[in-house]
């Protein structure tokens, strides 16, 4: 169990429009995000469904109770720098929480953590997709985070409070040792064709909704079919 957890920074953006009309290339192209998050000094209220002067431009697939608060480790950063040829700090991911001293394979779906006054659940892995690689020009992004397993995850919130950069991540309660995000995020997009643990998956409490039903799915019929639009979407001309 990981116990030097802590928050390196704390984001919060509201949605905005970014790109450049008539653009040739399309990952230059107009499109709306929340992407873009500012550093807050300070404690902030963490409501249900996001932090307060948060806000999500596609609700259908991003933010919620299930998904108040997006997490990402310094620990990838490096890596990512290298790959991309340019440094990648705090929030290059979007997240709302950068930490350190968790990685993947160190939280499980269902964890519950105490981080300030506030008290939040794991709720499953990010699903990388077009905008993740549109905001840093390149078009493979989203999949190398997916081949990588360096999703980052979500939290919902079991109860609302303060949070400040520098707090620590303190686990409360581990229902499911079993599935950590690093496996759990393997179940879905690298052992595509194990149905028996898409079935195990889909059968965890505390796994989102969403991530339950489209493993349940999977465990019925088999693949879920093409993720282009997911991971290349309109990146691709």
């Known amino acids: 169990m990981v116990n030097e957890a802590r928050i390196v920074s704390l984001r919060v953006g509201m949605p905005r429009e970014l790109g450049r009309a008539g653009a040739r290339d399309p990952l230059e192209r107009p499109w709306r995000t929340g992407f873009v998050k500012e550093e807050v000094r300070g404690a ?8 307060e002067g948060d806000g999500q431009a596609d609700r259908k697939h991003h933010g919620g109770v299930e998904k108040a608060v997006c ?19 705090p929030g290059a991911f979007g997240e709302n929480l950068s930490v350190e001293g968790l990685v993947e394979e160190d939280v499980c779906v269902g964890d519950v953590y105490r981080v300030g ?28 985070v997916q081949q990588t397993g360096f999703c980052g995850w979500y939290f919902g919130v079991v109860e609302r ?24 995020h393997a179940v879905r997009y690298l ?25 349940e799915k999977r465990a019925a019929r088999g693949e879920e079919g093409d993720e282009a639009r997911r991971l290349i979407g309109p990146n691709q001309g």
């Not at 310094?74 to 440094?87: G, P």
Request: with cysteine; aromatic share 12%; proline share 4%.
């Open 71 to 89: 997490v990402y480790s310094t620990a990838h950063l490096a890596y990512w720098s290298k790959r991309l040829w340019r440094a990648m700090g």
């Open 44 to 51: 902030l209220w963490l409501d249900w469904e996001n932090f």
């Open 161 to 184: 409070g303060l949070v400040e950069a520098g707090q620590a991540l303190t686990l409360v309660e581990r229902p499911f040792p079993q599935w950590s995000i690093a496996e759990v």
């Open 191 to 215: 052992r595509r064709e194990d149905r028996e643990a898409a079935s195990l998956l889909a059968g965890c409490s505390a796994l989102s909704r969403t991530w339950r039903e489209a493993l």
């Open 117 to 144: 006054s506030a008290l939040v659940r794991v709720t499953q892995p990010r699903s990388p997709c077009w905008k993740l690689a549109r905001m840093h020009g390149e078009k493979k992004l989203a999949l190398w």
